[in-house]
């Protein structure tokens, strides 16, 4: 690494913090704007970069898609053949106008491309395609055109997307932090099969099966030991063949595919990040997951990975959600090194049945801060093939009402630093990762092989058709989902009433993290493994802290559980009595003020009163019509659908200057 | 029919997101029940939603015009076995499907649940069509050509779309949102389009949003072609543009 790419301590000048990112020695909050160079005329690069400023983004971000610039083996386009190609160009324009850029070469991007991103002499290698369980291949039926999917376990994918990579060197070594705009990149795009995530639909690849026996055998070492916990009587582990859906007393043999499954996933981003780790860029690599929180995927697991700093979670809510938001922002707050949705839905692909309005967009983000979002990824703000509704049009015009909204939202949120603000809540619920590993298990072939695609919906089969019969032997939890369980469910609908603020997470979490807390409530069902369970008993005995655990018998009483029993995790600071408005609290780095954040999830007006234990100033920061005041309640009301923002100050006589 | 080198640009997002309401019709069969039979002989039974449905015994028990006569509300029976599934999931990702586009993939995923062995499809006699491609595809224009769509409710301008058709494929899908200021003013874009298009024959169909649904949902009920939606070659007025030709009178079924 080349001594302008780090400081005395050799560390490199670009790092993601708890709050955003660290440039040099400012710290930013990471809010950055999507837009692809290539699906617009480079005569409009210069202006929509100006009207991406314009919304007050700092930050730009696109993906470098390997079909675009290699499409042909080996013939490579940066900008010689075709303009709106020339990645160089286009990042040099970036620093002339004073962006930060983040990259993401993939090699999966999907983008709503025909092929992800992948060119086609990849994807029809027969070498590097996946396989199902009879030997042909794995389809993923995308809207314009159907296309094999890579095996992960391919080395040539990882052979040729090196080779790839190494073409962008030049350019991205020239442009990256401190010499140039790029700050950080992204290892792969949503690793996880092509959104195929179900056990027994992938791969069956003779690569894949060869890595799958040497998962096993480095598990049990011998096949005896095999043998004993397999009922089985092989001689070697050659012999071996994946399990190609659930049959009753295999379960330990279809346990450990699903577990090998989400091995390969760790291993396709470890060699994804190893690649990009030897082109030696001075930036930080993260990752997106794509909105799994169970199995295969993990984003603790994940962050584990060397030399990657960030594992975050795509968001691509629905109008007006606020289930989806809540859980995963939840999640990844108690998960996550950064809560960070690297890409936030702006606008949408052409093919969805929903299209959200400004204001519906709005409110999921500011929804998403609420619950702890640190860091966000808007995708897309500038329009292109495929997608529509953003600020910015293809041709560098704008939507008013979406650019208004941006630049109201950014400028709100530098202007009061909001990043820096942080939620502290005082309890963690512990959802079961094993759980949903077991249900994965226990599966039957379902194939999901059709997308959430509204025009070639029709052909598909719901997957829980072919989710198998409880074994009356086994404790399973009775939600289908791999990431519900009806204890955990149950335990969070008592929390959001008492209006307790809580984190989520699962086994995977380090225990330096899980110590933050007070209170744990914790799913278990007898079936998981020795670690989290001594885990979960040496929580219990540290002084001040609380263990509830529960699973499928214990639904009734959390049923009957009392706000009462759960005052001493309670919030002190204020109270409010509207079942509609939800509230989180974010403290300042010095704790004297903190942001309020109020939530009318009904979408009709509401009347708010916030009480606060002691007389405190309270200044309207985003959407409580410009108030201000003095005393111990805050009284206005809140439209329906919407986030009101308010700075609360705790030392009255810090207010000097505040109207009453 | 649809190209993969498919371009779709320029979707005003207040056109746009009544999408939905407008190909609400085109997917024939609403109420679906899948069976699965699994190797253990366990029968499951859900609907298209994924809920449990208590269904079993009727169609293991009824003739298909009696169950259909029982429960006029379900559009279709999918009953599987492992062995029928296992074939249907390997024939539809062979290597020869590569090639297809994604509709006549679509219909063939249809055609090949139908056909396997260990599948058995019941469908409601009231259903012509299974499959929105199946329609579709036999209604669109084979040579070049462009479709202006404007749907409107209560006369105001609820959705449209420009759909362009090059050698039998769909390549191009926009609104009028390419004509900025224009986009909701009906006599402007089919003007625009015709300068826009100038070589390719162009099409229109203008009507309100009741009107729609009533005939795209008849597209899959009715015997005879009768209710079809047909498109106004030149859209009928002649004067938009001169390249338009004024050879209307045997002017394709377009819709």
């Excluded at chain 1, 992948?118 to 042909?136: H, M, R, S, V």
């Excluded at chain 1, 007393?249 to 994804?272: A, H, P, S, Y």
């Excluded at chain 2, 699994?38 to 009727?58: A, H």
């Excluded at chain 2, 029976?77 to 994604?102: A, L």
Aim: proline share 5%; with cysteine; charged share 25%.
């Amino acid at each position: 690494m080349s001594s302008g790419t780090c400081n005395a301590h050799g560390n490199k000048m670009v790092k993601y913090t708890a709050n955003g990112i660290q440039i040099g020695n400012m710290e930013l909050p990471l809010y950055s704007a999507t837009f692809h160079y290539w699906r617009s005329e480079a005569c409009h690069w210069e202006q929509i970069l100006e009207q991406i400023k314009g919304m007050h983004f700092k930050i730009v971000e696109t993906y470098i898609p390997w079909s675009v610039h290699e499409e042909t083996e080996g013939c490579f386009d940066f900008g010689s053949k075709a303009p709106n190609k020339d990645l160089d160009a286009f990042l040099s324009l970036c620093e002339k106008c004073g962006l930060f850029a983040i990259v993401r070469p993939g090699p999966h991007i999907n983008a709503e491309m025909t092929n992800f991103g992948y060119p086609e002499w990849i994807l029809y290698d027969e070498e590097i395609q996946a396989k199902n369980p009879w030997g042909t291949t794995v389809i993923y039926p995308y809207v314009t055109r159907q296309f094999p999917i890579p095996s992960y376990a391919s080395e040539q994918l990882y052979v040729k997307t090196e080779r790839y990579f190494k073409a962008l060197e030049p350019i991205l070594k020239k442009h990256s932090y401190p010499d140039g705009c790029i700050i950080a990149i992204q290892a792969d795009n949503e690793t996880c099969n092509f959104f195929r995530d179900k056990p027994y639909i992938m791969d069956y690849s003779s690569q894949s099966v060869a890595a799958y026996r040497q998962f096993l055998q480095e598990k049990y070492k011998t096949a005896e030991t095999l043998n004993t916990e397999y009922n089985t009587c092989y001689h070697d582990f050659k012999e071996i063949v994946p399990p190609e859906g659930y049959l009753n007393g295999e379960l330990t043999r279809c346990l450990d595919w699903v577990e090998f499954k989400e091995e390969q996933i760790l291993d396709t981003l470890t060699k994804m990040v190893g690649i990009l780790n030897r082109l030696a860029l001075p930036i930080p690599i993260f990752h997106n997951c794509a909105y799994q929180t169970y199995t295969p995927v993990s984003v603790q697991r994940d962050e584990k990975i060397k030399g990657l700093a960030v594992a975050g979670i795509d968001a691509y809510p629905e109008p007006g959600d606020t289930s989806m938001l809540k859980e995963r922002v939840r999640y990844m707050a108690g998960s996550s090194r950064l809560p960070y949705i690297p890409e936030f839905g702006s606008g949408s692909w052409f093919d969805r049945l929903t299209l959200l309005n400004p204001s519906e967009e709005e409110f999921a983000y500011l929804y998403a801060f609420m619950y702890g979002l640190k860091a966000a990824g808007y995708y897309m703000t500038v329009e292109r093939d495929r997608w529509s509704g953003c600020p910015v049009r293809n041709n560098g015009s704008i939507r008013k009402e979406y650019y208004t909204m941006f630049a109201n939202l950014n400028q709100t949120a530098q202007t009061e630093a909001i990043f820096q603000y942080t939620r502290k809540p005082r309890i963690l619920v512990l959802r079961s990762y094993e759980m949903g590993r077991l249900k994965a298990a226990m599966e039957d072939i379902s194939q999901n092989t059709l997308s959430s695609n509204c025009f070639i919906a029709g052909p598909d089969i719901p997957p829980n058709l072919f989710l198998s019969e409880n074994d009356t032997s086994l404790s399973v939890d009775t939600k289908e989902a791999y990431y519900e369980e009806a204890y955990i469910i149950e335990a969070c609908k008592k929390l959001d009433e008492f209006k307790l603020d809580y984190n989520l997470s699962d086994c995977y979490l380090d225990w330096e993290q899980i110590c933050r807390y007070d209170l744990l409530i914790a799913s278990v069902y007898g079936q998981e493994n020795r670690n989290y369970q001594e885990l979960l008993n040496q929580f219990q005995k540290l002084s001040g802290k609380k263990l509830i655990t529960g699973g499928i018998e214990a639904l009734n009483s959390v049923k009957s559980w009392k706000s009462e029993a759960f005052a001493e995790w309670a919030d002190k600071e204020c109270i409010l009595l509207n079942p509609n408005i939800e509230y989180t609290i974010h403290w300042s780095p010095n704790q004297k003020s903190y942001l309020l954040y109020l939530a009318n999830i009904d979408s009709v007006k509401q009347p708010v009163t916030v009480t606060f234990c002691e007389n405190r100033i309270f200044i309207s920061v985003l959407n409580g019509n410009g108030l201000e005041g003095k005393g111990k309640q805050l009284c206005f009301s809140l439209a329906g659908k919407t986030v009101s923002i308010w700075k609360i100050h705790t030392d009255c006589k810090e207010g000097k200057g505040v109207s009453l | 029919m649809i190209s993969q080198n498919l371009t779709v640009e320029y979707l005003h997002p207040d056109i746009w997101k009544n999408i939905g309401v407008i190909i609400e019709n085109m997917h024939p069969l609403k109420q679906i029940l899948y069976v699965y039979t699994n190797r253990q002989g366990t029968r499951k039974c859900v609907d298209q939603t994924g809920s449990p449905c208590r269904f079993e015994t009727d169609i293991a028990e009824l003739s298909e015009d009696l169950f259909f006569f029982r429960h006029p509300e379900i559009d279709e029976v999918r009953c599987y076995t492992p062995e029928g599934i296992q074939y249907y999931n390997k024939k539809i990702q062979e290597p020869g499907v590569y090639g297809i586009s994604i509709d006549s993939y679509v219909t063939l995923m249809y055609q090949i649940q139908k056909d396997t062995p260990g599948i058995h499809i019941m469908t409601n006699p009231k259903i012509k069509y299974r499959c929105v491609w199946d329609k579709v595809s036999k209604m669109l224009p084979t040579h070049n050509a462009v479709l202006l769509l404007w749907i409107e409710h209560h006369k105001e301008l609820f959705f449209n779309c420009i759909l362009q058709f090059q050698n039998r494929e769909l390549v191009k899908i926009t609104t009028t949102d390419r004509y900025d200021m224009f986009y909701n003013q009906f006599e402007e874009c089919r003007k625009k389009v015709c300068q826009e298009f100038p070589e390719t024959e162009y099409y229109e169909l203008k009507m309100e949003l009741a009107e729609w649904k009533k005939r795209t949902k008849d597209w899959y009920y009715c015997e005879t072609d009768k209710s079809s939606v047909t498109a106004d070659k030149a859209g009928g007025s002649h004067d938009c543009c001169n390249d338009c030709s004024d050879n209307d009178t045997d002017a394709p079924i377009l819709l």
